[in-house]
């Protein structure tokens, strides 16, 4: 006879208590990568070297282009000029300030276009299968016979140098890559039990892929995607400094590096500075890219 107010009890006391909405997938996500120290400093300098780059014309900076052969390769700390001059007198913080937006359009333009197109061929090849995943594997097998740096160096050197032939070059180097992690992972997926019920239910193949196998694959490839980005970006500045992607005189952290090197023993300081952001800019995207990688795997 005791249970019975018991249990009432018990009852009345879940009916009373507070309901608490369940944290979404994406929610638990943001949630984990916001306690990742390190993955919120990465964050916050990449924050602040783009924006220094967006907002360059409005800090008040010397022209990058003005030179004068009597104040070149003047040290850093300089009076008026606190990261010294280049070889032809130029300010080095504002060609590196401008440098920057040179380097990150051609360092993450490409990878935001091989993500669209190898995500795109991917799904397509993984999904269908047959001929069709035959014909798009092989074709990717083709690329993945020469290695990133050389095939970016031969596209670029065949296209000519420009910015433009340095994104499409890169493009055409991270494409394949991408298609063959977006096949694999759709291969995983397309013969599980919520595909085969929206198949049975009479949704189109098209239908299938955007709806259905997309929001379950796009993490993983975005997630690889993010990784090629700090890749990229050591590519682009190659091409500029083997002379080809972007052209004097403007300011660009590889075709820096490349301008700067006679002067090495000379000031070797000034000229580590074009280096020292493309590391600093590769490791943090390296960093938040780990970051978001285990955020978002959180069976861990």
Wanted: glycine residues 10%; charged residues 15%.
């Amino acid at each position: 006879m005791s249970e019975l107010p018991l249990s009432a009890t018990a009852d009345a006391a879940l009916q009373a208590a507070p309901a608490t909405k369940a944290r979404g997938y994406w929610a638990t996500v943001g949630r984990r990568i916001m306690r990742d120290k390190v993955s919120m400093a990465c964050a916050l300098v990449l924050l602040l070297i783009v924006l220094s780059a967006i907002l360059a014309p409005w800090l008040g900076l010397e022209d990058p282009y003005k030179g004068s052969m009597i104040r070149r390769l003047r040290h850093i700390g300089t009076p008026g000029y606190p990261l010294g001059t280049d070889e032809l007198g130029r300010d080095m913080l504002a060609r590196l300030v401008y440098g920057g937006r040179l380097s990150l359009v051609i360092g993450i333009l490409p990878v935001i276009l091989a993500f669209c197109i190898g995500t795109s061929l991917g799904i397509i090849a993984g999904y269908v299968g047959g001929k069709l995943n035959t014909a798009i594997m092989r074709t990717v097998d083709v690329f993945y016979a020469f290695p990133s740096v050389l095939l970016a160096i031969a596209i670029s050197g065949a296209l000519g140098a420009g910015i433009l032939n340095s994104i499409v070059a890169l493009t055409i180097v991270f494409v394949p890559q991408i298609t063959r992690v977006a096949e694999s992972v759709t291969t995983g997926v397309r013969n599980m039990d919520f595909v085969e019920a929206a198949r049975a239910s009479g949704a189109g193949a098209f239908t299938i892929m955007r709806v259905h196998i997309l929001g379950n694959v796009l993490g993983a490839i975005f997630v690889y995607a993010t990784s090629l980005i700090s890749v990229s970006m050591i590519l682009a500045a190659g091409l500029s400094f083997l002379g080809l992607g972007t052209k004097p005189p403007e300011p660009e952290w590889g075709l820096m590096l490349n301008t700067l090197r006679t002067a090495i023993y000379v000031n070797p300081w000034v000229a580590a500075l074009p280096g020292a952001m493309i590391f600093a800019v590769s490791i943090c995207f390296n960093l938040l890219s780990d970051g978001l990688r285990s955020a978002m795997d959180i069976r861990n």
